[in-house]
């Protein structure tokens, strides 16, 4: 299995992580019962496929010779291990944010069309989904990615909520028109009957050639594609999924 292409992450960074799983259950009390019809290292990496490619649980375990209960029960142990393990490579909001021109951006998680009651449809997207906020730097490095939002919420509201609009108070931030109203940099929108001055049409595409940026950071942190091709799990479940997934993509970079 070429592992890069398939997990996300390269074979060193793979036997790092099996080896911080192994370190954390070796500590726990021994599970009794049939041994475990795959090993350690293979469920690991079972894992990762299953959120670096959003295969159905059927599909992964035909690929690894178990069947789908058995995928259903090891995604649901390891899961909450591999966002243990790699909660040390999230940087903290405020640190990152420091000292930095920070470019920012929201995006969707779907869902699918599934009526929850919970706000998840958004109008501007036609679709069910969570909204996370995306900071980065002015070459596209990824250092933040936010807790998620109902995804009805406008992008300038789950700032707000998300606590990134103070974060962001004291350091010089670029962001699309949504944010128009906050202390970010954004393109200023043409009044009606009025033409923008070709200073304001120059600022705006200086500023757009800039944002190009986080739309390229959120397209690789969209390549878990369980973040990008719609989540079939349990709703309740997905904010957590999303803050595992993203400490995979700080693991991937090295931070």
Request: with cysteine; hydrophobic share 40%; aromatic share 6%.
């Amino acid at each position: 299995m070429r592992y890069q292409s398939t997990t996300g992450l390269d074979c060193d960074q793979v036997d790092e992580l099996v080896w911080r799983v192994h370190q954390v259950l070796s500590g726990r009390a021994g599970a009794s019962g049939r041994p475990a019809l795959l090993g350690l290292y293979r469920q690991v990496v079972l894992v990762l496929v299953l959120v670096r490619q959003n295969l159905t649980q059927t599909v992964a375990g035909d690929m690894f010779g178990v069947s789908q209960p058995t995928v259903s029960r090891i995604y649901r142990a390891l899961m909450p291990v591999i966002e243990q393990v790699t909660c040390v490579h999230q940087p903290p909001v405020p640190e990152v944010f420091a000292r930095r021109v920070v470019l920012v951006d929201g995006t969707d998680i779907p869902t699918g069309n599934r009526t929850d009651g919970q706000g998840n449809y958004s109008g501007k997207r036609h679709r069910q989904g969570l909204l996370v906020q995306v900071g980065v730097d002015l070459c596209g490095t990824l250092l933040a990615v936010s807790d998620p939002q109902p995804g009805a919420r406008h992008d300038r509201r789950a700032l707000t909520e998300t606590g990134w609009e103070n974060a962001l108070a004291e350091t010089s931030w670029i962001a699309d028109p949504a944010y128009i109203g906050t202390t970010g940099i954004t393109p200023t929108k043409r009044a009606p009957g009025k033409d923008l001055t070709a200073d304001r049409k120059a600022t705006n595409k200086v500023i757009s050639a800039m944002r190009s940026a986080v739309e390229r950071a959120i397209a690789h942190l969209k390549n878990w594609k369980i973040l990008a091709t719609g989540y079939r799990g349990r709703l309740a479940e997905l904010p957590e999924v999303i803050r595992t997934v993203v400490k995979l993509e700080f693991y991937r970079l090295g931070w």
